[in-house]
Nanobody, 123 residues
Framework: QVQLVESGGGLVQAGGSLRLSCEAS????????MAWFRQVPGKERESVAQ????????DYADSVKGRFTISRDNAKNTVYLQMNSLKPEDTAVYYC????????????????WGQGTQVTVSS
C-alpha cells in the first residue's frame, strides 16, 4: 500500500514553468511504476507521463513531449513533473498515481492516487 501527496500546482502565465512533486509513503516506493495524469471537467483522465521503478524508462503523451519531464528520487520517495513552456490547454487537475507490475498507461490500470493539484495556465 502506498499513499501519495501532490504539491506544486498553481497559476502561471503561458510560457512559464512549474514543478509538481508527489511524495509517497511506505518502504516500497522503488517497486512502483509512477505516473502523472490530468483531468479537466467533463473529460476522461488522461495520461501525461510514466516512469519505471528505476527511472530508466519514461513515456510521455504526445501533447507534452519536449516540454514536460518526469523524474523520481527513490531515496526521497518522490516523483516529479517538470513542466516548461506551459500552454493554456495544460490547465487541469494533475494527479500522481502508482501501480505494481507491468507497464500501463491508462488511468484505470493504476491502483493508488493522490488528491490532485490544480494547474492553471493563463493566456
Amino acid at each position: 500500500q502506498v499513499q501519495l501527496v501532490e504539491s506544486g500546482g498553481g497559476l502561471v502565465q503561458a510560457g512559464g514553468s512549474l514543478r509538481l512533486s508527489c511524495e509517497a509513503s511506505g518502504r516500497t516506493f522503488s517497486s512502483y511504476i509512477m505516473a502523472w495524469f490530468r483531468q479537466v471537467p467533463g473529460k476522461e483522465r488522461e495520461s501525461v507521463a510514466q516512469i519505471s521503478w528505476s527511472g530508466g524508462t519514461t513515456d510521455y503523451a504526445d501533447s507534452v513531449k519536449g516540454r514536460f519531464t518526469i523524474s523520481r528520487d527513490n531515496a526521497k520517495n518522490t516523483v516529479y513533473l517538470q513542466m516548461n513552456s506551459l500552454k493554456p490547454e495544460d490547465t487541469a487537475v494533475y494527479y500522481c498515481a502508482a501501480r505494481l507490475g507491468i507497464w500501463k498507461t491508462r488511468f484505470y490500470d493504476y491502483d493508488y492516487w493522490g488528491q490532485g493539484t490544480q494547474v492553471t495556465v493563463s493566456s
